[in-house]
């Protein structure tokens, strides 16, 4: 018996995302492309009828944005908006800031890869914290670098506490955030082993709608198709 509804998106495209530049937790703006993304995925959603009772998203501007134009374009810009660094993108360490052709070179492909897209692996580590008064009233430490195992491991309690009891309330959830903290999210819904989430890519703006049982167990997943595509 289907329960809930969960819709997960990956923000807009960001001027990283544009340059090829490793973001972490670094604000940064979307571009004109990633705000027609974040019209797309409201107009796409507004077609299936979903109404979510929450969203939920990140600390992160470029996911707070397009979270607010999703609403928007759905007419729900009323519900309630739970920001979380639980679903910040994962840290990028010493790799912040950088082309990732760049790396690339210097590193090589391989390396580059298991840096991006493997499960356990750590990018270089910042040689010290980095302050950002965001965090402050959470008594958050800002990581030097994370793996995506890190990732998972900070975003699963936010999960485990606040969407999936909403969801087991029968409470549809939208989520918008980041490639690397939804592949986290992914592994854990879809049970993927670890030597197999580096084949998994979350493309801006592509919403994915889960459906659950009274359980939460996934009894059906769609790719949601987006006028852009």
């Known amino acids: 018996m289907k329960m809930a509804d969960l819709v997960i998106v990956r923000h807009g495209q960001s001027q990283a995302n544009r340059d090829n530049i490793f ?12 705000v027609a993304q974040g019209v797309a995925v409201g107009r796409a ?15 992160m501007a470029r996911a707070i944005v397009t979270t607010n134009i999703i609403l ?15 679903l910040n993108e994962r840290h990028y360490g010493a790799l912040s800031g950088r082309n990732k052709a760049v790396v690339k070179a210097e590193v090589g492909a391989d390396q580059l ?15 010290h914290h980095q302050h950002d008064r965001r ?3 959470l008594g958050v430490q800002i990581p030097l670098s994370e793996s995506l195992a890190m990732t998972q491991r900070r975003l699963l309690p936010f999960w485990q506490d606040q969407v999936a009891p ?15 903290s939804l592949r986290a999210l992914i592994k ?12 998994v890519e979350v493309p801006n703006g592509k919403p994915i709608w889960y459906q659950f049982d009274q359980h939460l167990r996934v009894i059906k997943k769609t790719f949601i198709t987006t006028e852009d595509e």
């Not at 890869?113 to 040689?127: A, F, I, N, S």
């Not at 854990?188 to 084949?199: A, G, H, S, T």
């Open 113 to 127: 890869h298991r840096w991006r897209r493997g499960y356990t692996e750590v990018p270089p580590k910042l040689t």
């Open 23 to 34: 973001t972490g937790w670094t604000d940064v703006p979307l571009t004109p492309k990633g």
């Open 166 to 180: 909403r969801l087991l309330d029968g409470k549809n959830q939208l989520i918008v955030a980041h490639g690397s």
């Open 45 to 59: 959603l507004r077609q299936t009828g979903i109404q979510f009772a929450d969203a939920n998203t990140s600390y």
């Open 72 to 86: 928007g374009e759905i007419d729900q810009l009323y519900i309630p908006v739970h920001k979380t660094w639980r």
């Open 135 to 137: 965090y402050d009233r």
């Open 188 to 199: 854990y819904l879809d049970k993927i082993p670890d030597d197999e989430i580096d084949q």
